[in-house]
Protein backbone atom coordinates (compact mmCIF):
# COMPACT_ATOMS: atom_id res chain seq x y z
CA UNK A 1 0.00 0.00 0.00
CA UNK A 2 1.19 3.58 -1.41
CA UNK A 3 1.81 5.07 2.36
CA UNK A 4 1.58 9.14 1.00
CA UNK A 5 -1.90 9.39 -0.46
CA UNK A 6 -4.06 12.28 -0.88
CA UNK A 7 -7.91 11.24 -1.36
CA UNK A 8 -9.75 13.73 -3.07
CA UNK A 9 -13.41 12.78 -2.94
CA UNK A 10 -15.47 15.25 -5.74
CA UNK A 11 -18.87 15.82 -4.10
CA UNK A 12 -18.46 15.12 -0.58
CA UNK A 13 -21.66 16.62 0.38
CA UNK A 14 -23.75 14.38 -1.78
CA UNK A 15 -25.92 11.00 -1.06
CA UNK A 16 -22.79 8.65 -2.48
CA UNK A 17 -20.59 10.18 -0.43
CA UNK A 18 -23.03 10.93 3.19
CA UNK A 19 -24.27 6.77 2.65
CA UNK A 20 -21.33 5.04 1.72
CA UNK A 21 -17.53 6.82 1.00
CA UNK A 22 -17.07 8.31 4.58
CA UNK A 23 -18.41 5.52 6.57
CA UNK A 24 -16.64 2.87 4.31
CA UNK A 25 -13.18 5.11 5.04
CA UNK A 26 -13.87 5.52 8.43
CA UNK A 27 -14.54 1.37 8.93
CA UNK A 28 -11.22 0.96 7.01
CA UNK A 29 -9.18 3.35 9.20
CA UNK A 30 -10.75 1.52 12.08
CA UNK A 31 -9.29 -1.30 11.47
CA UNK A 32 -6.48 0.24 10.72
CA UNK A 33 -6.62 -0.72 7.33
CA UNK A 34 -5.78 2.69 6.16
CA UNK A 35 -2.18 4.02 5.57
CA UNK A 36 -0.69 6.39 8.56
CA UNK A 37 0.07 8.86 5.94
CA UNK A 38 -3.30 9.24 4.18
CA UNK A 39 -5.30 12.55 4.21
CA UNK A 40 -8.78 12.73 3.13
CA UNK A 41 -10.15 15.90 1.37
CA UNK A 42 -13.43 16.64 0.46
CA UNK A 43 -14.31 18.65 -2.43
CA UNK A 44 -17.88 20.43 -2.42
CA UNK A 45 -19.49 23.92 -3.43
CA UNK A 46 -20.23 25.06 -0.09
CA UNK A 47 -18.10 27.46 1.89
CA UNK A 48 -16.66 25.33 5.27
CA UNK A 49 -14.13 25.38 7.51
CA UNK A 50 -11.88 22.07 8.25
CA UNK A 51 -13.32 22.26 11.45
CA UNK A 52 -16.91 22.80 10.32
CA UNK A 53 -16.34 19.75 7.70
CA UNK A 54 -15.30 17.49 10.63
CA UNK A 55 -18.39 18.17 12.71
CA UNK A 56 -20.40 17.41 9.78
CA UNK A 57 -19.03 14.09 8.76
CA UNK A 58 -19.74 13.15 12.80
CA UNK A 59 -23.06 13.68 12.00
CA UNK A 60 -23.22 11.72 8.82
CA UNK A 61 -21.60 9.01 10.72
CA UNK A 62 -23.70 8.86 13.18
CA UNK A 63 -26.62 8.47 10.96
CA UNK A 64 -24.97 6.11 8.79
CA UNK A 65 -22.83 3.36 11.54
CA UNK A 66 -24.42 0.93 13.62
CA UNK A 67 -24.88 1.99 17.20
CA UNK A 68 -21.55 1.46 18.87
CA UNK A 69 -19.62 1.90 16.04
CA UNK A 70 -17.80 5.42 16.91
CA UNK A 71 -15.55 4.38 19.42
CA UNK A 72 -13.64 8.21 20.52
CA UNK A 73 -9.99 6.81 19.54
CA UNK A 74 -10.76 5.60 16.30
CA UNK A 75 -12.81 9.14 15.48
CA UNK A 76 -9.56 11.38 16.99
CA UNK A 77 -7.58 9.04 14.21
CA UNK A 78 -10.27 9.66 11.31
CA UNK A 79 -10.07 13.15 12.28
CA UNK A 80 -6.96 14.09 12.44
CA UNK A 81 -7.46 12.92 8.00
CA UNK A 82 -10.18 15.62 6.99
CA UNK A 83 -10.21 18.74 5.32
CA UNK A 84 -12.40 20.37 3.47
CA UNK A 85 -11.99 22.51 0.13
CA UNK A 86 -14.60 24.71 -1.54
CA UNK A 87 -14.97 24.34 -5.41
CA UNK A 88 -16.78 25.35 -8.48
CA UNK A 89 -15.99 22.10 -10.58
CA UNK A 90 -16.28 24.15 -13.62
CA UNK A 91 -13.87 27.25 -12.85
CA UNK A 92 -10.46 26.80 -13.52
CA UNK A 93 -9.62 29.68 -10.82
CA UNK A 94 -10.37 26.64 -8.59
CA UNK A 95 -8.21 23.98 -9.54
CA UNK A 96 -5.52 26.33 -9.66
CA UNK A 97 -6.04 26.46 -5.45
CA UNK A 98 -6.70 22.64 -5.21
CA UNK A 99 -3.23 22.69 -7.15
CA UNK A 100 -1.62 25.16 -4.54
CA UNK A 101 -3.03 23.11 -1.72
CA UNK A 102 -0.92 19.60 -3.26
CA UNK A 103 2.10 18.36 -2.05
CA UNK A 104 4.80 16.73 -3.81
CA UNK A 105 5.85 13.07 -3.34
CA UNK A 106 2.34 11.83 -2.99
CA UNK A 107 0.07 9.39 -4.28
CA UNK A 108 -3.43 11.67 -5.56
CA UNK A 109 -6.34 9.92 -6.34
CA UNK A 110 -9.46 11.83 -7.33
CA UNK A 111 -12.95 10.04 -6.93
CA UNK A 112 -15.18 12.05 -8.44
CA UNK A 113 -18.65 11.11 -7.20
CA UNK A 114 -20.54 13.64 -9.19
CA UNK A 115 -23.28 13.77 -11.79
CA UNK A 116 -21.31 11.98 -15.46
CA UNK A 117 -21.91 14.88 -16.94
CA UNK A 118 -19.32 16.30 -14.94
CA UNK A 119 -16.34 13.72 -15.37
CA UNK A 120 -15.16 15.75 -18.48
CA UNK A 121 -14.73 18.81 -17.28
CA UNK A 122 -13.41 17.93 -14.38
CA UNK A 123 -10.79 15.68 -15.80
CA UNK A 124 -9.96 18.63 -17.92
CA UNK A 125 -9.46 21.29 -15.46
CA UNK A 126 -7.33 19.17 -13.24
CA UNK A 127 -5.15 18.32 -16.43
CA UNK A 128 -4.87 22.02 -17.24
CA UNK A 129 -3.87 23.04 -13.91
CA UNK A 130 -1.36 20.52 -13.52
CA UNK A 131 -2.67 18.68 -10.93
CA UNK A 132 -2.22 14.81 -12.69
CA UNK A 133 0.90 13.55 -13.07
CA UNK A 134 1.49 9.86 -14.14
CA UNK A 135 0.96 8.06 -11.21
CA UNK A 136 -2.86 9.73 -10.74
CA UNK A 137 -5.33 7.49 -10.13
CA UNK A 138 -9.48 8.08 -10.96
CA UNK A 139 -12.02 6.79 -9.73
CA UNK A 140 -15.54 7.07 -11.84
CA UNK A 141 -18.96 5.85 -10.55
CA UNK A 142 -21.68 4.82 -12.85
CA UNK A 143 -23.28 5.96 -15.14
CA UNK A 144 -20.90 5.70 -17.79
CA UNK A 145 -22.81 7.33 -20.50
CA UNK A 146 -26.60 6.19 -21.64
CA UNK A 147 -25.90 4.24 -24.10
CA UNK A 148 -22.45 3.03 -26.68
CA UNK A 149 -21.92 6.16 -28.07
CA UNK A 150 -22.24 8.44 -24.89
CA UNK A 151 -19.77 6.14 -23.39
CA UNK A 152 -17.49 6.44 -25.61
CA UNK A 153 -17.59 10.28 -25.55
CA UNK A 154 -16.83 9.80 -21.80
CA UNK A 155 -14.55 7.31 -22.26
CA UNK A 156 -12.62 8.98 -24.65
CA UNK A 157 -12.77 12.54 -22.43
CA UNK A 158 -11.20 10.71 -19.71
CA UNK A 159 -8.53 8.80 -21.20
CA UNK A 160 -7.23 12.36 -22.53
CA UNK A 161 -5.79 12.88 -19.37
CA UNK A 162 -5.35 9.51 -17.61
CA UNK A 163 -4.26 6.16 -18.71
CA UNK A 164 -6.08 3.36 -19.01
CA UNK A 165 -4.26 1.56 -15.78
CA UNK A 166 -5.14 4.88 -13.69
CA UNK A 167 -8.89 4.94 -14.42
CA UNK A 168 -11.02 3.10 -11.97
CA UNK A 169 -14.95 2.15 -12.86
CA UNK A 170 -16.69 1.10 -9.86
CA UNK A 171 -19.49 -0.75 -10.15
CA UNK A 172 -20.56 -1.58 -6.27
CA UNK A 173 -21.79 -5.36 -6.87
CA UNK A 174 -18.19 -6.39 -7.98
CA UNK A 175 -16.94 -4.93 -3.96
CA UNK A 176 -19.19 -7.89 -2.39
CA UNK A 177 -17.99 -10.30 -1.07
CA UNK A 178 -20.31 -12.98 -2.81
CA UNK A 179 -19.54 -11.82 -6.34
CA UNK A 180 -15.72 -12.73 -5.35
CA UNK A 181 -16.50 -15.89 -3.80
CA UNK A 182 -17.78 -16.73 -7.04
CA UNK A 183 -14.28 -17.18 -8.24
CA UNK A 184 -13.29 -19.33 -5.57
CA UNK A 185 -16.92 -21.66 -5.64
CA UNK A 186 -16.45 -22.26 -9.20
CA UNK A 187 -12.56 -22.56 -9.85
CA UNK A 188 -11.43 -23.58 -6.17
CA UNK A 189 -14.05 -26.47 -6.36
CA UNK A 190 -13.56 -29.32 -9.03
CA UNK A 191 -16.99 -30.55 -7.58
CA UNK A 192 -18.70 -27.34 -8.38
CA UNK A 193 -16.11 -26.40 -11.42
CA UNK A 194 -17.20 -30.22 -13.27
CA UNK A 195 -20.54 -29.51 -13.21
CA UNK A 196 -20.47 -25.81 -14.51
CA UNK A 197 -21.84 -25.73 -17.77
CA UNK A 198 -24.64 -27.10 -20.61
CA UNK A 199 -24.35 -30.78 -19.64
CA UNK A 200 -25.31 -30.21 -16.14
CA UNK A 201 -27.05 -27.11 -15.52
CA UNK A 202 -30.89 -26.30 -17.12
CA UNK A 203 -31.10 -22.58 -16.46
CA UNK A 204 -29.68 -20.23 -14.78
CA UNK A 205 -31.71 -17.32 -13.04
CA UNK A 206 -30.38 -13.78 -11.74
CA UNK A 207 -32.61 -11.08 -10.08
CA UNK A 208 -32.13 -8.12 -8.45
CA UNK A 209 -35.08 -6.69 -6.59
CA UNK A 210 -35.92 -3.79 -4.68
CA UNK A 211 -38.70 -2.83 -2.47
CA UNK A 212 -37.56 1.02 -2.39
CA UNK A 213 -39.24 3.39 -5.36
CA UNK A 214 -37.64 6.50 -6.83
CA UNK A 215 -36.79 7.97 -3.38
CA UNK A 216 -37.04 11.65 -4.87
CA UNK A 217 -34.80 11.07 -7.81
CA UNK A 218 -37.28 10.63 -10.33
CA UNK A 219 -36.22 13.58 -12.94
CA UNK A 220 -32.83 11.31 -13.15
CA UNK A 221 -34.46 8.11 -13.06
CA UNK A 222 -37.05 8.97 -15.74
CA UNK A 223 -34.25 9.77 -18.28
CA UNK A 224 -32.60 5.93 -17.64
CA UNK A 225 -34.88 3.46 -16.44
CA UNK A 226 -34.52 0.13 -14.96
CA UNK A 227 -32.21 -1.79 -18.32
CA UNK A 228 -29.60 1.12 -18.02
CA UNK A 229 -29.41 1.37 -14.33
CA UNK A 230 -29.78 -2.07 -13.35
CA UNK A 231 -29.21 -4.17 -16.16
CA UNK A 232 -26.49 -2.58 -18.15
CA UNK A 233 -23.99 -2.97 -15.43
CA UNK A 234 -24.81 -5.13 -12.13
CA UNK A 235 -26.83 -7.71 -13.52
CA UNK A 236 -24.55 -7.98 -16.89
CA UNK A 237 -21.68 -8.30 -14.45
CA UNK A 238 -23.21 -10.62 -12.06
CA UNK A 239 -23.78 -12.63 -15.37
CA UNK A 240 -20.17 -12.37 -16.37
CA UNK A 241 -19.32 -13.56 -13.36
CA UNK A 242 -21.03 -16.75 -13.54
CA UNK A 243 -20.60 -17.79 -16.97
CA UNK A 244 -17.06 -16.29 -17.45
CA UNK A 245 -14.34 -18.91 -18.69
CA UNK A 246 -10.90 -19.92 -16.27
CA UNK A 247 -9.10 -16.64 -16.45
CA UNK A 248 -5.58 -17.91 -16.82
CA UNK A 249 -4.58 -15.84 -13.68
CA UNK A 250 -5.69 -13.77 -11.00
CA UNK A 251 -4.28 -10.46 -12.16
CA UNK A 252 -7.03 -7.49 -13.60
CA UNK A 253 -5.87 -7.93 -17.17
CA UNK A 254 -7.16 -11.59 -17.49
CA UNK A 255 -10.03 -11.75 -15.51
CA UNK A 256 -11.89 -8.70 -17.68
CA UNK A 257 -10.41 -10.30 -20.86
CA UNK A 258 -12.76 -12.90 -19.89
CA UNK A 259 -15.77 -11.09 -18.98
CA UNK A 260 -15.36 -9.06 -22.13
CA UNK A 261 -15.69 -12.31 -24.15
CA UNK A 262 -18.59 -13.43 -22.31
CA UNK A 263 -20.19 -10.40 -23.18
CA UNK A 264 -19.33 -10.89 -26.82
CA UNK A 265 -20.69 -13.85 -26.46
CA UNK A 266 -24.62 -12.63 -25.86
CA UNK A 267 -26.96 -13.47 -28.31
CA UNK A 268 -28.42 -9.84 -29.43
CA UNK A 269 -31.65 -9.61 -28.39
CA UNK A 270 -33.06 -7.77 -31.30
CA UNK A 271 -36.34 -7.04 -33.54
CA UNK A 272 -36.75 -10.88 -34.32
CA UNK A 273 -36.76 -12.43 -30.70
CA UNK A 274 -37.78 -9.39 -28.41
CA UNK A 275 -41.41 -10.08 -27.63
CA UNK A 276 -40.50 -13.54 -26.38
CA UNK A 277 -37.14 -12.55 -24.67
CA UNK A 278 -37.39 -9.28 -22.89
CA UNK A 279 -40.56 -7.86 -20.85
CA UNK A 280 -40.64 -4.30 -19.77
CA UNK A 281 -42.79 -2.91 -16.99
CA UNK A 282 -43.68 -0.14 -14.63
CA UNK A 283 -45.04 0.27 -11.11
CA UNK A 284 -48.73 1.01 -10.01
CA UNK A 285 -49.75 2.07 -6.47
CA UNK A 286 -49.75 -1.34 -4.01
CA UNK A 287 -48.69 -2.07 -0.95
CA UNK A 288 -45.45 -2.59 0.99
CA UNK A 289 -44.36 -4.45 4.10
CA UNK A 290 -47.99 -3.77 5.20
CA UNK A 291 -48.09 0.20 3.99
CA UNK A 292 -50.02 1.96 0.87
CA UNK A 293 -47.17 3.07 -1.29
CA UNK A 294 -48.19 5.35 -4.61
CA UNK A 295 -47.43 4.49 -8.32
CA UNK A 296 -44.52 5.72 -10.46
CA UNK A 297 -46.62 8.16 -12.06
CA UNK A 298 -47.57 9.00 -8.78
CA UNK A 299 -44.22 10.02 -7.25
CA UNK A 300 -42.68 12.92 -5.90
CA UNK A 301 -41.12 14.88 -8.73
CA UNK A 302 -43.01 13.12 -11.71
CA UNK A 303 -44.57 15.14 -14.64
CA UNK A 304 -48.09 15.20 -15.21
CA UNK A 305 -49.18 12.71 -17.99
CA UNK A 306 -47.71 9.28 -19.16
CA UNK A 307 -44.12 7.55 -18.79
CA UNK A 308 -42.99 5.33 -20.98
CA UNK A 309 -39.77 4.53 -18.38
CA UNK A 310 -39.75 0.98 -17.48
CA UNK A 311 -39.19 0.30 -13.56
CA UNK A 312 -39.16 -3.50 -14.27
CA UNK A 313 -37.34 -5.86 -16.54
CA UNK A 314 -36.98 -9.41 -17.07
CA UNK A 315 -34.98 -11.07 -19.64
CA UNK A 316 -34.77 -14.29 -20.86
CA UNK A 317 -30.62 -14.76 -22.88
CA UNK A 318 -28.55 -16.74 -24.20
CA UNK A 319 -24.70 -17.23 -24.60
CA UNK A 320 -23.62 -18.44 -27.38
CA UNK A 321 -20.22 -20.66 -26.54
CA UNK A 322 -19.78 -24.09 -25.86
CA UNK A 323 -20.36 -24.37 -22.36
CA UNK A 324 -23.44 -22.35 -22.31
CA UNK A 325 -25.09 -23.54 -25.56
CA UNK A 326 -29.04 -23.78 -25.22
CA UNK A 327 -28.96 -22.44 -21.36
CA UNK A 328 -31.17 -19.71 -20.56
CA UNK A 329 -30.08 -16.63 -18.38
CA UNK A 330 -33.37 -15.48 -16.86
CA UNK A 331 -32.56 -12.15 -15.36
CA UNK A 332 -35.18 -9.80 -13.70
CA UNK A 333 -35.02 -6.24 -12.04
CA UNK A 334 -37.42 -3.87 -10.54
CA UNK A 335 -38.16 -1.28 -7.95
CA UNK A 336 -41.40 -1.37 -5.95
CA UNK A 337 -40.93 -5.42 -5.53
CA UNK A 338 -42.49 -7.88 -2.67
CA UNK A 339 -38.46 -8.23 -1.53
CA UNK A 340 -35.48 -6.68 -1.33
CA UNK A 341 -33.59 -9.77 -2.60
CA UNK A 342 -30.13 -10.24 -4.87
CA UNK A 343 -29.59 -13.53 -5.99
CA UNK A 344 -28.06 -15.63 -8.73
CA UNK A 345 -29.91 -19.33 -8.80
CA UNK A 346 -28.33 -22.50 -10.84
CA UNK A 347 -30.78 -24.86 -11.24
CA UNK A 348 -29.31 -27.93 -12.35
CA UNK A 349 -30.85 -30.64 -14.68
CA UNK A 350 -33.03 -33.72 -13.44
CA UNK A 351 -31.34 -36.99 -13.44
CA UNK A 352 -32.23 -38.59 -17.04
CA UNK A 353 -33.51 -41.66 -15.14
CA UNK A 354 -35.10 -42.21 -11.84
CA UNK A 355 -35.57 -45.15 -9.17
CA UNK A 356 -38.10 -43.63 -7.30
CA UNK A 357 -41.49 -43.54 -8.14
CA UNK A 358 -44.17 -40.52 -8.77
CA UNK A 359 -44.89 -40.90 -5.28
CA UNK A 360 -41.79 -40.32 -3.42
CA UNK A 361 -40.20 -36.85 -3.46
CA UNK A 362 -38.74 -35.44 -6.74
CA UNK A 363 -37.01 -32.18 -6.39
CA UNK A 364 -33.93 -30.64 -8.53
CA UNK A 365 -30.59 -29.61 -7.06
CA UNK A 366 -30.68 -25.98 -7.03
CA UNK A 367 -27.46 -23.74 -6.40
CA UNK A 368 -28.54 -20.46 -4.55
CA UNK A 369 -25.91 -17.44 -4.02
CA UNK A 370 -27.17 -14.91 -2.18
CA UNK A 371 -25.79 -11.06 -2.63
CA UNK A 372 -28.46 -9.65 -0.09
CA UNK A 373 -30.17 -9.36 2.42
CA UNK A 374 -27.93 -11.90 3.64
CA UNK A 375 -25.06 -12.98 1.79
CA UNK A 376 -24.03 -16.53 1.64
CA UNK A 377 -24.62 -19.92 -0.30
CA UNK A 378 -27.00 -22.69 -0.40
CA UNK A 379 -27.41 -26.16 -1.92
CA UNK A 380 -31.19 -27.78 -2.30
CA UNK A 381 -30.44 -31.29 -2.33
CA UNK A 382 -32.51 -34.19 -1.57
CA UNK A 383 -32.34 -36.70 1.11
CA UNK A 384 -34.05 -39.59 2.69
CA UNK A 385 -36.50 -38.38 5.35
CA UNK A 386 -35.77 -39.96 8.78
CA UNK A 387 -38.70 -42.28 9.02
CA UNK A 388 -38.72 -46.18 10.53
CA UNK A 389 -42.19 -46.36 9.11
CA UNK A 390 -41.61 -45.44 5.57
CA UNK A 391 -39.06 -46.91 3.39
CA UNK A 392 -37.35 -44.38 1.34
CA UNK A 393 -39.49 -41.75 1.00
CA UNK A 394 -37.55 -38.17 -0.07
CA UNK A 395 -37.16 -34.42 1.59
CA UNK A 396 -35.71 -31.68 0.03
CA UNK A 397 -32.94 -30.61 2.78
CA UNK A 398 -30.78 -27.51 2.17
CA UNK A 399 -27.38 -26.86 3.23
CA UNK A 400 -26.51 -23.23 4.23
CA UNK A 401 -23.22 -21.60 4.55
CA UNK A 402 -24.19 -17.79 5.97
CA UNK A 403 -21.06 -15.96 5.23
CA UNK A 404 -21.48 -13.43 8.28
CA UNK A 405 -22.05 -16.60 10.79
CA UNK A 406 -19.38 -18.32 8.97
CA UNK A 407 -16.95 -15.46 9.39
CA UNK A 408 -17.36 -14.95 13.55
CA UNK A 409 -17.18 -11.05 12.43
CA UNK A 410 -19.62 -8.42 13.30
CA UNK A 411 -20.47 -7.46 10.06
CA UNK A 412 -19.72 -8.01 6.19
CA UNK A 413 -17.54 -5.55 4.95
CA UNK A 414 -19.85 -3.09 2.92
CA UNK A 415 -18.59 -2.85 -1.01
CA UNK A 416 -17.05 0.00 -0.69
CA UNK A 417 -14.73 -0.62 1.73
CA UNK A 418 -12.91 -3.16 -0.88
CA UNK A 419 -13.14 -1.39 -3.45
CA UNK A 420 -12.03 1.50 -1.59
CA UNK A 421 -8.78 -0.46 -0.73
CA UNK A 422 -8.05 -2.10 -4.11
CA UNK A 423 -7.57 1.38 -5.43
CA UNK A 424 -5.22 2.67 -2.75
CA UNK A 425 -3.36 -0.43 -3.56
CA UNK A 426 -3.88 0.10 -7.29
CA UNK A 427 -5.29 -3.05 -8.16
CA UNK A 428 -7.98 -3.22 -11.10
CA UNK A 429 -9.36 -6.64 -10.35
CA UNK A 430 -12.55 -5.38 -8.84
CA UNK A 431 -13.12 -2.18 -11.57
CA UNK A 432 -14.73 -2.60 -14.91
CA UNK A 433 -12.56 -2.27 -18.30
CA UNK A 434 -13.58 -0.13 -20.89
CA UNK A 435 -14.21 -2.91 -23.40
CA UNK A 436 -16.44 -3.91 -20.46
CA UNK A 437 -18.53 -1.29 -20.50
CA UNK A 438 -18.73 -0.63 -24.08
CA UNK A 439 -19.40 -4.45 -25.23
CA UNK A 440 -22.53 -4.64 -22.15
CA UNK A 441 -23.66 -1.14 -23.68
CA UNK A 442 -23.72 -2.75 -27.04
CA UNK A 443 -26.11 -5.23 -26.12
CA UNK A 444 -28.31 -2.71 -24.26
CA UNK A 445 -28.88 -0.64 -27.11
CA UNK A 446 -29.98 -3.66 -29.11
CA UNK A 447 -32.42 -4.18 -26.60
CA UNK A 448 -33.59 -0.35 -26.07
CA UNK A 449 -33.64 -0.32 -30.08
CA UNK A 450 -35.83 -3.08 -30.80
CA UNK A 451 -38.52 -1.75 -27.98
CA UNK A 452 -38.65 1.18 -30.08
CA UNK A 453 -38.98 -0.25 -33.51
CA UNK A 454 -41.39 -2.92 -32.03
CA UNK A 455 -43.60 0.05 -29.80
CA UNK A 456 -43.13 -2.76 -27.06
CA UNK A 457 -45.90 -2.08 -24.48
CA UNK A 458 -45.21 -1.42 -20.80
CA UNK A 459 -47.02 -3.87 -17.93
CA UNK A 460 -48.32 -2.69 -15.34
CA UNK A 461 -47.61 -4.43 -11.67
CA UNK A 462 -48.42 -4.05 -8.28
CA UNK A 463 -46.13 -2.69 -5.90
CA UNK A 464 -45.56 -4.98 -3.82
CA UNK A 465 -45.75 -7.77 -6.17
CA UNK A 466 -42.99 -9.69 -8.01
CA UNK A 467 -43.52 -7.77 -11.61
CA UNK A 468 -45.65 -7.83 -14.47
CA UNK A 469 -47.31 -11.20 -15.36
CA UNK A 470 -45.79 -11.28 -18.38
CA UNK A 471 -42.45 -11.88 -16.35
CA UNK A 472 -44.14 -14.82 -15.10
CA UNK A 473 -45.08 -16.13 -18.22
CA UNK A 474 -41.59 -15.76 -19.93
CA UNK A 475 -40.10 -18.61 -17.54
CA UNK A 476 -43.52 -20.14 -17.50
CA UNK A 477 -43.82 -21.08 -21.00
CA UNK A 478 -40.48 -23.08 -20.88
CA UNK A 479 -42.40 -24.97 -17.82
CA UNK A 480 -40.00 -23.48 -15.43
CA UNK A 481 -40.41 -20.71 -12.94
CA UNK A 482 -38.82 -17.78 -10.90
CA UNK A 483 -37.00 -19.15 -7.71
CA UNK A 484 -38.57 -16.80 -4.58
CA UNK A 485 -37.41 -19.75 -1.62
Same mark, same amino acid.
Given at each position: ????????????? =??? /???????????? &???????????????????? +?????????????????????????????????????? @?????????? *????????????????????????????????????????????????????????????????????????????????????????????????? +????????????? $???? !?????????????????????????????????????? !?????????? %???????????????????????????????? %??????? #?????????? #? $????? /???????????????????? =??????????????? %? &????? @????????????????????? =??????????? +?? %????????????? &???????????? *???????? #??????????????????????????????????? *?????????????? /???????????????
Amino acid at each position: MAKNVDLFIFGVA =GDL /ANRKLIPALYRL &DSAGLLGDNLRIIGLARGEM +SDEEFSRSTREILNQNLGEGEICDIAWTCFQNRLYYMS @INFEKAENYA *DLNCRMESNRLNIFYLATPPSLFGSICHQLHASACVDGSTRIVLEKPIGQDLASSRDVNDTVAQYFEERNIYRIDHYLGKETVQNLLALRFANRVIN +SQWDNTCIDHVQI $TAAE !TVGIEGRWGYYDSVGQLRDMVQNHLLQLLCMVAMEPPN !TLEADEIRAE %KVKLLRALRPINGENVEGSAIRGQYSAGWISG %KPVVGYM #EEKGSRTGDS #E $TETFV /ALKAFVDNWRWAGVPFYLRT =GKRMNAKVTQVVIAY %K &DNPHT @IFSDSQLQASNRLVIRLQPNE =GIQLEMVSKKQ +SL %KERLNLEKRVLNL &DFFEASRLSRIA *DAYERLFL #EVINGDQWLFVSRDEIEASWQWCDSLLRAWREKNI *DLKRYGAGSWGPSK /AEMLIEKDQRSWYEG
